[in-house]
């Protein structure tokens, strides 16, 4: 069993934290905002999801999860922390780091002591912004070093609205973005009780599947509308078409409901920050801008 700190409670720091829990673990949610902390310590959710009133019932009852709007009193208590704070897109389409590196910085904060801590980000993230702007946070928080007194690493989470509970405990795969051995050993451990294939790479390689497959789903939903028109023209019912479609295994039959176009909080600002990547490195992502 771990001793974990999940910062940040809303839709996904809320799900992690649940079911770290119920998967045996010790779990301390952190989070700003106090209402939403009182309203957890009476069991009662302030996102609406499947399932989630009776697991958070659950996990309350087994002792092993707590709620806080302190991060000292999370950190205090816990061997490594899961950022999960909202990346919303800034002005320019870049996604805005801001409460990433607040976060960073009060597990800083709350760390100095340690002699060794984990810092985890779950949220969405470009490519080098783990080992950079959050570690770079920590050590000038902490006064610690990195790969000494503390280890990063990013493990983006692919949970489904509506079905977050299921997507936890029954994940496709778990990606763990290590930035040394002794965090992915550590990450690897904490997620043992699920099955489901574990991949160990490179953060910033971690950071990268996360955006290229919200683009990806994006621009298969878009391509699914496109057939769409061109069906109805034909006189051609596409759901029949998709379903033959979908039965090829290179191709798969999901996300191929033509209709309304892709939405939600993800996937539109997801494709804004990876053009502007794309635009910061010198690179024309001229599929990606073409779903935009």
């Not at 709007?69 to 996604?95: K, M, N, R």
Request: proline content about 5%; glycine content about 10%; overall charge neutral.
């Amino acid at each position: 069993m771990a001793s974990l700190a999940v910062v940040g409670l809303g839709y996904v720091g809320l799900i992690h934290a649940v079911g770290f829990t119920l998967i045996g673990h010790r779990v301390a949610g952190y989070d700003v905002n106090r209402a939403v902390v009182e309203s957890l310590r009476r069991g009662k959710p302030h996102i609406h999801e499947p399932g989630l009133d009776e697991a958070l019932r659950k996990a309350l009852e087994s002792g092993r999860l707590k709620f806080t709007d302190s991060p000292e009193d999370a950190v205090a208590e816990s061997e490594a922390a899961f950022i999960a704070v909202g990346t919303p897109s800034a002005p320019d389409g870049s996604a805005d780091l801001s409460q990433v590196e607040a976060a960073a910085r009060a597990v800083g904060r709350s760390m100095r002591g340690k002699r060794w801590y984990l810092v985890v980000v779950k949220s969405t993230v470009p490519p080098g912004t783990t080992e950079g702007l959050v570690a770079r946070a920590i050590a000038e928080e902490s006064g610690a070093e990195l790969g000494a007194g503390f280890s990063v690493a990013s493990n983006p989470e692919f949970l489904r609205e509506g079905a977050a509970l299921e997507d936890f405990f029954r994940p496709d795969r778990i990606v763990i973005g290590a930035g040394d051995e002794r965090a992915a050993s550590f990450l690897l451990e904490v997620y043992r009780p699920i099955e489901a294939p574990k991949i160990v790479m490179r953060p910033r390689e971690a950071e990268l599947v996360k955006y290229v497959s919200n683009v990806f789903l994006a621009l298969k939903i878009s391509f699914a509308n496109e057939v769409g028109l061109l069906a109805k023209r034909l006189g051609v019912d596409t759901y029949r078409v998709f379903e033959a479609v979908g039965l090829d295994r290179r191709i798969g039959p999901h996300y191929f409901g033509a209709g309304l176009g892709f939405g939600g909080s993800c996937f539109p600002k997801d494709l804004r920050a990876y053009i502007r990547l794309g635009e910061r490195l010198g690179v024309d992502l001229r599929v990606a801008k073409a779903n935009y």
